[in-house]
């Protein structure tokens, strides 16, 4: 097992860190405990959510990933869009993805969010729905670092993962800049 500062959980964590923080930055903008805040939080989350995932489905994510259908959350977030009675958004271009290590650093993102949702569902009211910021797959973290760390050993193949981490993070920041403009435009 590789030691905490050559595993590939933390070299991605390391080579992200400014995305993520970005994108962290731009979500906090909305206040997740007003029905038309949160709304627009779950918006801009589908328009980069929704095709991350196609892409990662149709590049053949479930042969690195098996237990793929458990993580998908697609549905969960448009279930909570019906429910608070907003169209389900067009998503955002998004790249195609090929190769493991790219597959992987897409996937990384996707569960990093799971995660930051658990702590995102303490802020919204609670008549609202929250099936995509649930814990809907307890193991998802943990098995997901085991994959990184068995199947990312290479550096080469690390650099590609944090490349591609990178972009998925991009295209999560340019839909959450879209909101927060959306969001001005609509307070003006």
């Given at each position: 097992?590789?030691?905490r ?78 429910d608070l ?7 955002l ?35 609202l729905?929250?099936?995509f ?34 972009s998925?993070?991009?295209?999560f ?16």
């Open positions: 097992m590789p030691d500062h050559s595993s590939a959980r933390f070299r991605l964590r390391q080579g992200t860190a400014d995305c993520h923080e970005r994108v962290d930055a731009a979500f906090s903008a909305v206040d997740l405990g007003s029905r038309a805040g949160y709304g627009q939080f779950l918006l801009a989350q589908a328009a980069a959510f929704f095709p991350a995932e196609q892409v990662l489905e149709a590049a053949g994510i479930d042969q690195l990933l098996p237990d793929w259908d458990h993580r998908r959350r697609s549905h969960l977030l448009a279930q909570d869009l019906i009675g907003l169209p389900v958004p067009e998503g271009m998004v790249p195609v993805v090929t190769g493991g290590p790219a597959m992987l650093g897409w996937a990384y993102v996707l569960e990093g969010s799971r995660l930051g949702g658990k702590l995102l569902r303490r802020e919204v009211a609670a008549e729905p929250v099936a910021l649930s814990d809907n797959y307890p193991a998802a973290w943990s098995t997901i670092v085991a994959v990184l760390d068995e199947q990312l050993t290479e550096g080469p193949a690390i650099d590609q993962a944090i490349e591609s981490a990178r998925l993070f991009a295209l920041e340019q839909s959450a800049q879209h909101m927060n403009v959306r969001r001005i435009a609509d307070v003006a």
